[in-house]
């Protein structure tokens, strides 16, 4: 064979190639390369299968290590569900003793109350006899008693009613007794005003039975009945004098008068009204009215009970 020397050349830039050999050699060498390029790819070769092969101990490796902690996993696993099913059946063990007991003891008490109930029933059947033999004589103080009993009961309720009407005699009489009287103002000229207003009486003359407020203006009936009420304006200038009479809130009447001489001037009415507890009368004054009163009353309202309805 041929060395290496034998077989590069130069270039004229100096730089080196491999020279063919001679022309009974060219087969033989082709043949050598080719061997040489086999030999690589077969190292090649080599080379990836070992990378495979260690790849594949690799994984096996890994296979190995996860079946070994699925092993162990699924014996722990094992050992806890065996644990936990003798404790279960420990405790159900226990559950069924406890509840044997609790029956044979229940059982024990049903027995215990089964006697005590037929001691009890014999007794009372003895004391039925007895009450049966007494029941005659028992019928007839009973009858005593109660004829006894609805005897100082009637007396105690015409006790009582008689103190009820004399309560009630009181109370009407003191309710019967309603009446007042009041006068207007001291301050002269009353309005006018721009929109309807209840006219305050503020000189209380007379209240018995207190239903007439002088700060408001308004008589609230105390008992259910008929009332009379009258009232009296008065005015010293030309023009119309009027008021309102309400019940509530509902007018009753409007009495009007004209002043045409321009001096003092009055004006009067009344009426009877039937109100239930709690009703209201008052006067008001309509818009751009007006009075007149002074210490001497020259108007007045003034209502009274005839009669409780």
Known sequence: MFSNKHLRSENHDGSRTEARPPGDLS???????GLKQLVLSLKGEQVEQRQE?????????????????????????QMALDLLLTEQTSGLRKKVEELEEQTKAEISELHARINSSDNSVEILKKKNSAVAAELPF??????????????????????????QLDQLKNQSA???????????????????????????????ITNVGRGYNSSAGVFTAPVTGLYFFSFTAADYLKGYMGLYLYQNEQPVSFSLDLNDHGGYTSM????????????????????????????????????FLLFPV
């Open 268 to 303: 009067t009415s009344a009426v009877a009204l039937q109100l239930d507890q709690g009703d209201r009368v008052r006067l008001a004054l309509p818009a751009s009215y007006r009075l007149y009163d002074d210490s001497r009353n020259f108007s007045m309202f003034s209502g």
């Open 27 to 33: 087969v033989l060498w082709e043949e050598m390369q």
């Open 53 to 77: 092969l260690r790849t594949v101990e690799s994984r096996l490796r890994d296979g190995e290590m996860e079946a070994k902690l699925q092993k162990q996993s699924m014996d722990e696993l």
């Open 138 to 163: 028992l019928q007839t103080r009973l009858r005593a008693s109660e004829s006894s009993v609805e005897q100082s009961d009637m007396e105690t309720r015409l006790n009582s009613t008689e103190e």
């Open 174 to 204: 003191d309710e019967l007794k309603v009446a007042f009287s009041a006068g207007l103002t001291d301050s002269g000229i009353v309005g006018p005003f721009d929109e309807e207003t209840t006219l305050i009486f503020s000189k209380t």
